[in-house]
């Protein structure tokens, strides 16, 4: 049994080949690991707070010192933290936008790098405290960046395993449905992407 949790940052609901990825990695995990549990974490939906000045000096001062104004900008912070410690596997569906992630994407990990909570100084080097957990990121496109004259322009995976390696998260694994907009490619795109998850 596995504790699993799925973050969503597409738009498209069931339409979102990203998410669609996304929980069929669930459902392969879930094949190998009966009465998994399943949190989803649609940060589309959450409409996360970009940062305030709240956040930032809430996020540097010690929890004792917080004000009730402090606890509040801090709470789905704080919630979303707490999903990741909770989390042994983490799935991140990511739809490629303008050769990056969603802005709901990262306004969530706005929200979970933070020092003292996901990441720390104390020995004069960043550390990672989120360990031993696994993360699948399951990324759609309508180009193809795994290769050819695209690959260099691909600026969400690059930057999606450094943040999470920087908080700990350095096991992650990336499938991919790639060339849903290319006419000729498109037709299969889905059904290899689909086909290529493995656990």
Do not use: C
């Amino acid at each position: 049994m596995k504790k699993i949790l799925h973050i969503i940052s597409s738009p498209r609901g069931a339409e979102s080949n990203s998410t669609h990825l996304g929980n069929t990695i669930i459902e392969k995990i879930k094949k190998q690991y009966p009465l998994s549990t399943v949190t989803v974490n649609d940060v589309v939906e959450k409409h996360y707070e970009p940062l305030q000045s709240i956040h930032v000096t809430a996020y540097r001062l010690p929890e004792d010192n917080h004000t009730p104004e402090h606890k509040q900008a801090l709470r789905d912070s704080n919630t979303a933290v707490n999903d990741l410690f909770d989390a042994d596997i983490i799935v991140v569906s990511v739809p490629l936008y303008n050769f990056a992630i969603p802005a709901a994407l990262k306004g969530w990990i706005d929200h979970i790098v933070r020092p003292g909570k996901t990441f720390s100084y104390h020995t004069g080097k960043p550390e990672g405290l989120l360990k031993g957990k696994k993360v699948y990121l399951a990324i759609a496109s309508n180009g193809v960046y795994t290769d050819g004259p695209m690959k260099s322009m691909d600026y969400a995976e690059p930057y999606l395993k450094f943040i999470l390696g920087f908080i700990g998260l350095t096991d992650i694994t990336t499938h991919r449905i790639e060339g849903a907009g290319i006419p000729g490619v498109m037709e299969t795109a889905v059904q290899k992407g689909l086909e290529s998850v493995l656990v």
